[in-house]
């Protein structure tokens, strides 16, 4: 399981990004701190971790481009997914 302060070792050896606590909100890719070639380093590390596969759809900056982003992702993948409000089985 991902956490904060193995992403951020990783981060470090990966690409010697060092990430402090007040940064955890800083743009990864689109700060250009990464290059999309980081990208996939970066998924393989969130699969081994979490024991998942993203979905082609899931590979976004939405879910990728800062710590706090991936850590939410994490949490919401080991969630699973959620029904609409609507959705009454049975």
């Known amino acids: ?5 193995n992403l951020i070792s990783f981060f470090s050896k990966q690409f010697s990004v060092n990430i402090t ?3 955890y909100e800083m743009k990864l890719f689109t700060g250009g701190i990464l290059d999309s070639f980081s990208v996939v380093d970066v998924v393989l590390f969130v699969e081994s971790e979490e024991n998942v596969k993203m979905d082609p759809g899931e590979l976004i900056m939405e879910n990728l481009d800062s710590i706090t982003k991936i850590l939410r992702f994490c949490e919401s993948k080991r969630s699973g997914p959620t029904l609409p409000e609507f959705f009454h089985p049975g």
């Open 21 to 23: 606590e007040n940064e």
């Open 1 to 5: 399981m991902i956490t904060c302060s």
